[in-house]
Structure formats: C-alpha cells, structure tokens
C-alpha cells in the first residue's frame, strides 16, 4: 500500500496561524520534511511548528541547499530529495512537507513535485494552504489589500524594472515578497513612479513573528522590508 504526500502551508510565522486541518496532519504523519539554506540554523518552516508538536525532531527529515552553485548541483540535490521521499512513499508512509506561508504561492515546493512527477509519474498527493505573508502583513498594519474592483498583483523581486513599472502601472494593489536584499532597487523604482508615499513597508521580526510597519526613513540602515505592498 503506498502512502501519500501532503504539502502543508505552515503560515507567515505565527503558530496559531497553522489551519486546523494543517495541524491535524502534522500530528498523524510518518515523517515531517522542509528545507533550508546552507546558511540557516534551521528551517523556517520548523520553527513555526516546532511550539506545536513534541519533539518534532523525532520524525523530521531535511534537505540543506546551498545559497549559490552551478544549477547541476541544485539539480542533483533535488532528484536525492525526490528519490528519499518517493521511496517512503511506496513504503507505505505519509509525508508532510513543510513551506512557510502557501505551497501554491512562490514555493519551492513545486519544484520538488514536478521533479519527483517528472521522475515517477503522478503521486498520492493533497495540498493544504496556508496563510501567505502578504496577506498576514496587510492584516497586522490593519490596511485592505483590494476591494471592490480592484485587483492585486502578487510579485517577487526578481522582476526587471520596466516589468515592475508595467505591473505598478497596471494593478491597484501590488505587492512585492522574498524581498531580501533587493530593498534598494525597488526604491529606487518606486521613487522614480512617484508611489513611496502610497506604500507600505513591512517587516517580520524573526524572534516573536510579529510584523511591523517600517519607516521609509529607516530602510537601508539598521532594517529592511521583507513585504512592499503599494497602493497605486
């Protein structure tokens, strides 16, 4: 009998913002599988629902990737970690793979499910949303991401600059994630469209999992944004 994968969207980093059937799953699984960087102490993932569960360690599996490298490297990391998941599958056991926010929205879960349908063919598989982090960082600074007519664009920060400009140009709400250390360049774009007074700057503290809005003035020293959302 073979088992079953179950890709979970823990949330933006809040544990109570798991969904119940989320929470439920990660109770029942065989195993619990996320990823991290090679310059991460732990997966991001984990330690949303590390609070949740007893010593999630006991049953936990992890896939460390390196920040930089030739795309065979990634390439060959990933097949080992299609192949360790699909041979638990045909074991018998269930899988939860673990991504912050939403598995469906900018995640590297899908990689991994069409590298393994790729390798293996179709797979026993359930996707439980999460929580996304746009959506939790406009709900804290209590600001509506789209009503009525309006609509959202939904962007990462590897965008070029005249496809950031055609999107500003053409959404009432954009909102711009995984910012990193990509800060600069959108400022530097939204300053040249005119649009840093109708945009908000969000940052997720690390250490409570708490967003807070960013002063424009603040960027660039002591903090940065990991959510742009704009206003147009």
Not at 64 to 80: A, E, H, S, T, Y
Not at 92 to 99: L, P, R, S, T, W
Not at 168 to 193: G, H, P
Request: proline letters at 5%; hydrophobic letters at 45%; charged letters at 25%.
């Amino acid at each position: 009998m073979k088992g079953k994968l179950y890709a979970i969207g823990v949330g933006p980093g809040d544990p109570e913002l798991i969904t119940l059937k989320g929470f439920r799953l990660l109770k029942e699984v065989d195993v619990i599988v996320s990823t991290r960087s090679d310059q991460e102490t732990e997966s991001p993932a984990l330690s949303i629902i590390r609070p949740l569960l007893e010593s999630p360690e006991v049953r936990y599996m992890e896939f460390v990737f390196p920040i930089k490298g030739r795309c065979q490297i990634f390439m060959d990391l990933w097949l080992q970690a299609a192949e360790k998941m699909h041979s638990l599958i045909e074991e018998g056991k269930e899988i939860a793979f673990i991504v912050s926010d939403d598995p469906v929205v900018h995640s590297i879960f899908i990689y991994l499910l069409d590298i393994m349908e790729a390798e293996y063919g179709e797979i026993p598989l359930e996707i439980v949303p999460g929580i996304n982090s746009f959506s939790a960082g406009a709900s804290f600074i209590k600001i509506p991401l789209v009503m009525d007519n309006e609509n959202l664009a939904v962007v990462p920060p590897t965008v070029t600059a005249e496809e950031l400009k055609g999107i500003l140009n053409n959404f009432d709400t954009v909102a711009i994630i995984n910012i990193s250390s990509k800060i600069q360049y959108i400022l530097s774009i939204l300053r040249e469209q005119n649009l840093l007074e109708s945009t908000y700057f969000i940052e997720r503290c690390q250490e409570n999992n708490i967003y807070n809005e960013v002063d424009l003035e603040s960027l660039g020293e002591d903090k940065t944004a990991n959510i742009i959302i704009v206003k147009t």
